[in-house]
């Protein structure tokens, strides 16, 4: 299963984000492996995160994701996708 956390840092030893649209990383696992870190370039600007946030993972095939919050939009954007979500908080290793 790919599995995308919000992440505050680069490694699983971070936090999770508070904000699933305006994290500044993604930690991307698969079969609980880390196997890429996405620098999220919606963290900063305008609204939308949320739903551009949630194409990106989409196209990365991404089947749930886990941060702190979702917005509304973003919630529906990943339920339009077929895209589980979690709310959680804590520190990334400790999530998967």
């Known amino acids: 299963m790919k599995v995308a956390i919000a992440s505050l840092g680069k490694d699983i030893n971070s936090e999770i984000s508070p904000q699933a649209g305006r994290t500044p990383y993604y930690l991307i696992f698969d079969n609980s492996e880390l196997v890429e870190v996405w620098k999220n370039v919606f963290s900063i600007g ?41 709310e959680k908080t804590g520190i990334v290793k400790d999530s998967l």
Do not use: T, Y
């Open 46 to 86: 305008g609204g939308g995160a949320g739903l551009a946030v949630a194409k990106i993972m989409s196209d990365k095939k991404i089947e749930k994701i886990i941060s702190g919050n979702f917005g509304e939009k973003m919630k529906d954007a990943l339920n339009v996708k077929n895209i589980d979500f979690e």
